[in-house]
């Protein structure tokens, strides 16, 4: 069973930064991707960002404009979101994901697991 726990939430200003972990665990397919996503209050999930887990292939939502970095540590079985020059609309509750979906990174049914979220509030 695969097992997704992020952690990492806080409040923080705007113009700040923030990383946040998700520990992986139960999972052992070469072709597994990670995705980190956000639902902020009456939105849907939003893709965020994604990586593959051996070859660390990183993919990203356009609407960050280059403010989010995704990064995994394999030894540790962690991914991180490294989120820089944070704004109010960045306020979400940011998730965790695993599955095999291949070209279908951006897709949250292609995706087997999901973490419990955690938050993150960027305040003006």
């Known amino acids: 069973q695969v097992h997704l726990v992020e952690s990492g939430g806080r409040s923080v200003e705007a113009g700040g930064s923030l990383t946040l972990s998700c520990a992986v665990s139960?999972?052992?397919?070469?072709?597994?991707?990670l995705g980190w996503w956000r639902q902020a209050p009456g939105k849907e999930r939003e893709f965020v960002s994604a990586i593959t887990w051996v070859a660390g292939v990183t993919y990203y939502s356009d609407s960050l404009n280059g403010r989010f970095t995704i990064s995994r540590d394999n030894a540790k079985n962690e991914v991180y979101l490294q989120m820089n020059s944070l704004r109010p609309d960045d306020t979400a509750v940011y998730y965790c994901?695993?599955?095999?979906?291949?070209?279908?990174?951006?897709?949250?049914?292609?995706?087997?697991?999901w973490g419990q979220g955690t938050q993150v509030t960027v305040s003006s």
């Open positions: 139960g999972f052992t397919y070469s072709n597994y991707m």
């Open positions: 994901s695993g599955g095999r979906v291949q070209r279908y990174y951006s897709d949250p049914s292609k995706y087997d697991y």
